[in-house]
Protein backbone atom coordinates (compact mmCIF):
# COMPACT_ATOMS: atom_id res chain seq x y z
CA UNK A 1 0.00 0.00 0.00
CA UNK A 2 1.34 3.58 -0.95
CA UNK A 3 2.06 5.62 2.10
CA UNK A 4 4.01 8.91 0.73
CA UNK A 5 5.15 9.28 -2.41
CA UNK A 6 8.38 7.71 -2.30
CA UNK A 7 7.35 5.00 0.51
CA UNK A 8 5.26 2.20 0.49
CA UNK A 9 4.13 -0.07 3.69
CA UNK A 10 5.59 -3.25 2.03
CA UNK A 11 9.60 -1.60 2.29
CA UNK A 12 8.91 -2.00 5.92
CA UNK A 13 7.28 -5.46 6.26
CA UNK A 14 9.28 -8.09 8.38
CA UNK A 15 11.68 -9.92 6.32
CA UNK A 16 11.70 -13.85 6.58
CA UNK A 17 14.59 -15.16 9.25
CA UNK A 18 14.97 -18.97 9.63
CA UNK A 19 12.21 -20.16 11.39
CA UNK A 20 10.55 -17.09 11.32
CA UNK A 21 8.44 -15.87 8.96
CA UNK A 22 7.90 -12.47 6.92
CA UNK A 23 5.03 -10.66 8.38
CA UNK A 24 3.55 -7.46 6.89
CA UNK A 25 3.56 -3.81 8.65
CA UNK A 26 0.65 -4.34 10.85
CA UNK A 27 -2.17 -2.61 8.99
CA UNK A 28 -3.85 -0.95 12.23
CA UNK A 29 -0.47 1.34 13.12
CA UNK A 30 -0.24 2.57 9.54
CA UNK A 31 -2.18 5.63 9.47
CA UNK A 32 -1.10 6.66 13.11
CA UNK A 33 2.52 5.02 13.52
CA UNK A 34 4.19 4.14 9.62
CA UNK A 35 2.39 7.47 7.83
CA UNK A 36 4.13 9.85 10.29
CA UNK A 37 7.40 8.47 9.80
CA UNK A 38 7.36 8.22 6.37
CA UNK A 39 6.76 11.91 6.27
CA UNK A 40 9.83 12.68 7.88
CA UNK A 41 11.37 10.00 5.85
CA UNK A 42 9.81 12.41 2.66
CA UNK A 43 11.50 15.59 4.33
CA UNK A 44 14.70 13.78 4.58
CA UNK A 45 14.70 12.31 1.02
CA UNK A 46 14.10 15.74 -0.23
CA UNK A 47 16.78 17.62 1.86
CA UNK A 48 19.13 15.27 1.05
CA UNK A 49 18.74 16.13 -2.58
CA UNK A 50 16.07 13.61 -3.58
CA UNK A 51 18.58 10.59 -3.31
CA UNK A 52 16.33 7.41 -3.15
CA UNK A 53 15.85 6.10 0.95
CA UNK A 54 16.58 2.22 1.10
CA UNK A 55 14.46 0.67 4.06
CA UNK A 56 16.49 -1.59 5.52
CA UNK A 57 14.79 -3.00 8.33
CA UNK A 58 10.89 -1.35 9.25
CA UNK A 59 8.43 -3.66 11.50
CA UNK A 60 9.75 -6.33 13.64
CA UNK A 61 7.83 -8.63 15.25
CA UNK A 62 9.13 -9.68 19.31
CA UNK A 63 10.67 -12.68 18.21
CA UNK A 64 12.26 -11.42 15.63
CA UNK A 65 13.77 -8.41 17.24
CA UNK A 66 14.92 -10.85 19.89
CA UNK A 67 16.22 -13.20 17.39
CA UNK A 68 18.66 -10.49 16.02
CA UNK A 69 19.91 -9.27 19.08
CA UNK A 70 17.65 -5.52 18.83
CA UNK A 71 17.12 -3.70 21.77
CA UNK A 72 14.61 -4.58 23.92
CA UNK A 73 12.21 -1.67 23.76
CA UNK A 74 13.11 -1.56 20.04
CA UNK A 75 10.56 1.04 18.36
CA UNK A 76 11.00 -1.51 15.78
CA UNK A 77 8.63 -3.80 17.59
CA UNK A 78 5.97 -0.65 17.81
CA UNK A 79 6.66 0.07 14.30
CA UNK A 80 7.77 3.59 14.38
CA UNK A 81 11.23 3.18 13.37
CA UNK A 82 13.17 2.56 10.33
CA UNK A 83 16.78 1.50 9.28
CA UNK A 84 17.66 3.51 6.50
CA UNK A 85 20.61 3.71 3.72
CA UNK A 86 20.53 6.81 1.27
CA UNK A 87 21.93 6.64 -2.05
CA UNK A 88 25.45 8.49 -2.65
CA UNK A 89 25.53 9.27 0.56
CA UNK A 90 27.44 7.81 3.70
CA UNK A 91 26.01 6.97 6.73
CA UNK A 92 28.50 9.21 8.81
CA UNK A 93 27.01 12.62 6.54
CA UNK A 94 23.30 11.01 6.46
CA UNK A 95 23.57 10.97 10.15
CA UNK A 96 25.07 14.54 10.69
CA UNK A 97 22.42 15.88 7.90
CA UNK A 98 19.84 14.42 9.87
CA UNK A 99 20.96 15.63 12.97
CA UNK A 100 20.84 19.10 12.07
CA UNK A 101 17.65 18.93 10.24
CA UNK A 102 16.22 17.83 13.98
CA UNK A 103 17.96 20.31 15.32
CA UNK A 104 16.40 23.12 13.06
CA UNK A 105 13.22 21.37 13.86
CA UNK A 106 12.84 20.58 10.02
CA UNK A 107 12.24 17.05 11.09
CA UNK A 108 10.44 15.94 14.15
CA UNK A 109 12.45 12.61 15.51
CA UNK A 110 12.75 11.04 18.75
CA UNK A 111 15.65 8.71 17.97
CA UNK A 112 18.50 8.93 15.75
CA UNK A 113 21.58 6.47 15.56
CA UNK A 114 24.57 5.71 13.28
CA UNK A 115 25.94 2.30 12.29
CA UNK A 116 28.45 1.85 10.19
CA UNK A 117 26.51 0.67 7.10
CA UNK A 118 22.88 2.18 7.79
CA UNK A 119 21.75 5.04 10.18
CA UNK A 120 18.22 4.45 12.20
CA UNK A 121 15.43 6.83 12.74
CA UNK A 122 12.26 6.39 14.87
CA UNK A 123 9.57 8.70 15.74
CA UNK A 124 9.06 7.70 19.45
CA UNK A 125 7.22 10.58 22.10
CA UNK A 126 10.68 11.87 23.51
CA UNK A 127 10.93 15.36 25.02
CA UNK A 128 14.50 15.31 23.38
CA UNK A 129 16.36 13.71 20.64
CA UNK A 130 17.82 10.21 22.14
CA UNK A 131 21.20 9.65 20.21
CA UNK A 132 23.34 6.70 20.01
CA UNK A 133 26.31 5.08 17.72
CA UNK A 134 26.65 1.34 16.95
CA UNK A 135 28.65 -1.21 15.52
CA UNK A 136 26.58 -3.63 14.26
CA UNK A 137 27.22 -4.30 10.54
CA UNK A 138 23.70 -5.58 9.62
CA UNK A 139 20.29 -4.36 10.83
Known sequence: MKITEHFDSLEFSQKA????????????????????????LEIIRKELGENPITILSGY???EFNKTIRGA????HIEGKAADIIVKNISPKEVHER????????II?????????????????????????SGSRQDN
Open 17 to 40: LGSIPSSEYPQQWISDRLLPLCIQ
Open 60 to 62: RSP
Open 72 to 75: KQSQ
Open 98 to 105: ILTLSKNN
Open 108 to 132: KIGGLGEYPKFVHIDIRSSPKLIRW
